[in-house]
């Protein structure tokens, strides 16, 4: 594997991985777009590894909070404080992801990585954030979220194992459908990013491992580094300037994705 294909790959996977656009479309279409072979299984890793550093770094606040809270909450055997109350909505939100993602990892693999479906992903699920975000009924915020608030996040999560949905889309498109405003949807959603990308990139790490797979330590660090960098100037300038913005520059970016990938591949 080239220097160039290393960087191209990495930087997509940083900046796709946390804007409402799809990571995973992103990188079965690039290969698929190039002459360039599979990346493999270790590049997927470090680059997942760089993306979860990112986020970690970024909401490091919270994340320490969170944390404390949670198990605080555990020791006093209920709710107390709103940082309790939203350690546990991220944690019944990520359940259903993980779950379904178990039991359906060989049926996407094997059948949901088509270009035709990651177009109908990224069309559709993108028409859903416009809608979701012309909605604009703010009635909502962390506080206020309860489990069944949580258990619709996670269902809409669950869909982004369909490559093309986007998990950072979906979960923003849930949150604006129950009331919470963009940055607060935004903010959830990069949380939720945290549980799920551990698990995923600690899945991978694991399978890794237990194969027979080369290692170029090289590749891999510098994989993950530029990884980690493009996420944290994603996840800075999208909650910078998403008030600015909306989400209509990403729809228009997810239906031409779509447009171009039928008019190649159908």
Same mark, same amino acid.
């Given at each position: 594997?080239?220097? /160039?294909? &290393? &960087?191209?790959?990495?930087?997509?996977?940083?900046?796709?991985?946390?804007?409402?656009?799809?990571?995973? =479309?992103?990188? &079965?279409?690039? !290969?698929?777009?190039?002459?360039?072979?599979?990346?493999?299984?270790?590049?997927?890793? @470090? @680059?997942?590894?760089?993306?979860?550093?990112?986020?970690?770094?970024?909401?490091?606040?919270?994340?320490?909070?969170?944390?404390? =809270?949670?198990?605080?909450?555990?020791?006093?055997?209920?709710?107390?404080?709103?940082?309790?109350?939203?350690?546990?909505?991220?944690?019944?939100?990520?359940? %259903?992801?993980?779950?379904?993602?178990?039991?359906?990892?060989?049926?996407?693999?094997?059948?949901?990585?088509? !270009?035709? #479906?990651?177009?109908?992903?990224?069309?559709?699920?993108?028409?859903?954030?416009?809608?979701?975000?012309?909605?604009?009924?703010?009635?909502?915020?962390? =506080?206020?979220?309860?489990?069944?608030? *949580? #258990?619709?996040?996670?269902?809409?999560?669950?869909? @982004?194992?369909? %490559?093309?949905?986007?998990?950072?889309? &979906?979960?923003?498109? =849930?949150?604006?459908?129950?009331?919470?405003?963009?940055?607060?949807?935004?903010?959830?959603?990069?949380?939720?990013?945290? !549980?799920?990308?551990?698990?995923?990139?600690?899945?991978?790490?694991?399978?890794?491992?237990?194969?027979?797979?080369?290692?170029?330590?090289?590749?891999?660090?510098?994989?993950?580094?530029?990884? *980690?960098?493009?996420?944290?100037?994603? /996840?800075?300038?999208?909650?910078?300037?998403?008030?600015? /913005?909306?989400?209509? %520059?990403?729809?228009?970016?997810?239906?031409?994705?779509?447009?171009?990938?039928?008019?190649?591949? #159908?």
């Amino acid at each position: 594997m080239d220097l /160039i294909q &290393i &960087i191209v790959l990495a930087i997509v996977q940083g900046i796709t991985e946390f804007l409402p656009v799809s990571s995973s =479309a992103h990188l &079965i279409l690039v !290969p698929m777009l190039t002459a360039w072979q599979d990346q493999g299984l270790a590049i997927d890793v @470090a @680059a997942h590894l760089g993306s979860l550093f990112a986020v970690v770094f970024y909401f490091r606040t919270d994340v320490c909070r969170l944390g404390q =809270a949670g198990l605080h909450s555990c020791k006093a055997r209920g709710i107390h404080s709103s940082d309790e109350r939203l350690f546990w909505i991220l944690a019944i939100a990520t359940l %259903p992801v993980l779950m379904i993602g178990l039991l359906a990892h060989d049926l996407v693999a094997l059948y949901l990585r088509h !270009p035709l #479906i990651i177009a109908t992903a990224s069309i559709g699920f993108g028409l859903l954030l416009l809608y979701a975000d012309k909605r604009g009924r703010t009635t909502l915020d962390t =506080a206020q979220l309860h489990w069944k608030h *949580a #258990i619709f996040i996670g269902l809409a999560q669950a869909l @982004a194992l369909v %490559p093309g949905t986007s998990r950072s889309g &979906i979960t923003m498109t =849930a949150g604006l459908l129950l009331g919470l405003d963009r940055k607060t949807s935004a903010r959830l959603s990069f949380l939720l990013a945290i !549980p799920v990308i551990f698990c995923a990139g600690g899945y991978e790490l694991v399978k890794l491992l237990q194969g027979d797979i080369g290692l170029d330590i090289v590749n891999f660090l510098l994989t993950a580094v530029l990884s *980690a960098l493009s996420a944290l100037l994603a /996840i800075h300038y999208f909650l910078r300037f998403l008030d600015r /913005i909306g989400m209509l %520059p990403f729809v228009i970016y997810r239906v031409l994705l779509g447009v171009v990938l039928i008019v190649l591949f #159908i």
